[in-house]
């Protein structure tokens, strides 16, 4: 059984007070539920220690938004797996179409994975077609694409203990559009498939695919119900303690 993870991308915002009031918060209300889901947060880098300190002795697991491909160095404004596992994170995602669309290629992104997997560090890889693609009927092209090309330096026993996927369909990521939930459930069952044909069956089986895309209360429920979609990646609603709450409890 997959536990379904909700994961909460806060992008750049907030301030330090801010991160650490709304982390307190997700923390109150994640201790209520039972242990039947995994929450994670991921805020901004500067804001890492004081979300840490606000979760600290709970089940949230604390995540990071990005993370260098390189081994600490000389690397201005980057911040390496290392750091990241020293502030206690948990996981980092990677290929989030944000970055993409700021000039990350598939290889940039297969160095950030695959470095943060030798290091120990668990990723939610990133991967979505653009509206355009959608409508040229290349979607599950595109994802394919990125899957493989992520994900070539990968062991099975890596794939198993440091992967999760987000399919993210960049035309619902911010813009309220969701895919439906039978869209969504085609291509994460599409994704498991390539999954299987990388790392066996058994891998795939076991590997956590989300769905993210203007996710919220209203449409939570619908999409966390498929058996294919094993938890959220959100953005805009995991800025507000009540509305991610409603989505963890969905
Ligand atoms: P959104 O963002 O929920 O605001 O659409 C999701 C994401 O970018 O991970």
């Known amino acids: 059984m997959r536990k379904k993870l909700i994961a909460g991308n806060w992008k750049m915002n907030l301030t330090r007070e801010t991160s650490a009031s709304l982390a307190g918060e997700v923390r109150r209300f994640a201790l209520e539920r039972k242990a039947d889901r995994e929450v994670l947060l991921a805020p901004p880098f500067p804001y890492l220690e004081a979300v840490r300190a606000a979760i600290e002795g709970s089940l949230v697991l604390l995540g990071a938004q990005d993370v260098s491909p390189h081994a600490p160095g000389a ?8 750091m990241l596992l020293d502030l206690g994170c948990a996981r980092a995602i990677v290929g989030h179409s944000e970055r993409r669309e700021s000039g990350e290629t598939d290889a940039i992104v297969r160095g950030k994975a695959k470095r943060a997997a030798d290091l120990g560090l ?5 991967v979505g077609e653009r509206e355009e693609e959608r409508l040229r ?9 990125q899957l493989r090309e992520a994900l070539s330096g990968f062991s099975g026993r890596d794939a198993e203990e440091k992967l999760v996927v987000a399919y993210e369909p960049v035309w619902a990521i911010g813009t309220g559009r969701t895919a439906t939930a039978r869209d969504a459930e085609e291509m994460h069952r599409f994704a498991r498939g390539v999954l299987a044909e990388l790392f066996g069956e058994g891998a ?3 590997i956590r695919i989300l769905y993210g895309g203007s996710v919220k209360p209203s449409n939570a429920a619908e999409l966390l119900a498929k058996d294919e979609i094993d ?5 805009g609603a995991s800025l507000d303690a009540a509305s991610f709450a409603e989505i963890i409890s969905s």
Not at 122 to 126: F, Q, R, S, V, Y
Not at 231 to 235: E, I, N, T, Y
């Open 122 to 126: 668990g990723i939610i890889l990133c």
């Open 137 to 145: 009927g290349e979607e599950k092209r595109v994802v394919e694409r």
């Open 204 to 206: 795939a089986h076991s």
């Open 75 to 82: 690397y201005t404004g980057e911040v390496s797996a290392e």
């Open 231 to 235: 938890g959220a990646l959100v953005g």
